[in-house]
């Protein structure tokens, strides 16, 4: 079937490449793109590696406008899927038929607080939109007390850019921080960094809030109760799946592609709504460039099916916080200590590869000057890929 009607769902950056790489394999049909949000699509990570940190009005979120001249509805949600009919119903009524569907609805912030989201003057915020990154700007400019519940990447770059603006911070997290995401090695970097800049971490299982006349507090499953003026919660995100019930498409409540991206021939998923063959099994890896790169391969795996490359994923990650920035290519969370490690320039920065159980390596640099390609080079190859070319013999 040809296609000349494509839809997709959700204007976030897996959206956005997903048209970007249509238009690149040569659809020139009517593409529509259906958003939640008001706005155009913009840079999640720096919401909280630049906005705490910057003087900006957060300029460094912003990315170049759109050029696939799609038909954007913006401020609309996607509230069903009927896949026999071809059809993406919205809220409020009208439907978008489709020969071809891309599903790039992302996902969203996961709370304490049960029941309706409450708005920007609750003590629970999160961080995952612009309004949620105005909102805790405003809040944190005051210097409040803040607890910021949970210890991975978004919750220690939170916690990080409140003490850089004066906060009194105390991160609670029921492991070390950052070992889920990066292992013990790299964490404890990254904890004894946040530890000198004054950073109080607690432990003590899982976090409940207790809601009260005098305010909203923390309470952990060991019995420690915590207060704050501002709670911040970072305990991971959801799939926003919730318009696909009924639509076939889930497996065991999620939505799992191929190798392609797809779900039936005529309709792909990329991105943090879902789940992907890797080399270590079928995962959900919420990460910018993940998105970006299984966008690029849905888009030309739904315009050439079978004829389509395959997803080769690698990942990349990046983080700063407490006076550090790393930047990892490989699989996550690495064990033990490194199996190669270069110092750089000072005490803080250093280039290390992990050889990993299955073979594959895992690079990381921590403050060190390396070109992504060349990471990625120490990745696969290991240290011998640092060393320059031997010169060809004559």
């Given amino acids: 079937m040809t296609m000349r009607r494509i839809v997709v769902v959700g204007n976030g950056i897996a959206g956005l490449t997903a048209c970007d790489s249509l238009r690149s394999a040569g659809f020139d049909g009517e593409l529509t793109v259906v958003g939640a949000e008001h706005h155009h699509p913009y840079s999640r990570p720096a919401l909280s590696k630049a906005l705490l940190h910057g003087d900006d009005g957060l300029q460094a979120h912003e990315l170049p406008e759109p050029t696939h001249e799609a038909t954007e509805l913006l401020g609309v949600s996607a509230s069903g899927l009927d896949i026999d009919a071809r059809v993406v119903r919205l809220d409020g009524g009208g439907e978008l038929p489709y020969d071809g569907l891309v599903i790039a609805s992302g996902s969203r912030a996961k709370r304490l607080a049960t029941g309706p989201r409450h708005d920007g003057s609750a003590r629970e915020l999160t961080l995952r939109t612009i309004e949620d990154a105005i909102t805790l700007k405003q809040r944190v400019a005051s210097r409040p007390s803040v607890l910021v519940v949970g210890g991975g990447p978004l919750g220690m770059e939170v916690a990080s850019g409140c003490l850089h603006l004066g906060c009194e911070v105390t991160l609670i997290s029921d492991v070390k921080p950052l070992s889920r ?34 305010g909203t507090r923390v309470a952990l499953a060991d019995g420690t109760e915590l207060e704050a003026e501002l709670i911040v919660t970072a305990i991971g995100d959801e799939p926003n799946i919730d318009w696909l019930s009924g639509s076939k498409l889930l497996v065991d409540g999620s939505l799992r592609v191929d190798t392609r991206g797809r779900l039936r021939p005529e309709i792909v998923a990329a991105g943090d709504v879902a789940f992907f063959p890797t080399l270590r099994g079928v995962e959900r890896v919420p990460l910018w460039t993940s998105a970006i790169e299984q966008a690029k391969v849905a888009a030309v795996g739904l315009l050439k099916g079978d004829a389509a490359p395959e997803f080769n994923f690698q990942p990349y990650f990046w983080t700063e916080g407490f006076g550090l920035s790393l930047k990892s290519v ?55 890929a640092l060393r320059p070319a031997a010169p060809a013999r004559v």
């Fill in 181 to 214: 995401q990066l292992g013990d090695h790299l964490s404890e970097k990254f904890t004894s960094a946040a530890a000198r800049r004054g950073l109080r971490v607690v432990g003590g299982g899982k976090a409940r809030l207790i809601d009260s006349d005098a």
């Fill in 330 to 384: 490989g699989f996550t969370p690495v064990v033990g200590a490194p199996d190669y490690c270069e110092p750089g320039e000072d005490r803080e920065s250093m280039l290390l590869r992990w050889e990993n159980k299955d073979g594959s390596g895992t690079a990381a640099a921590i403050n060190y000057r390396i070109p992504i390609p060349k990471l990625r080079r120490l990745a696969d190859a290991g240290p011998a």
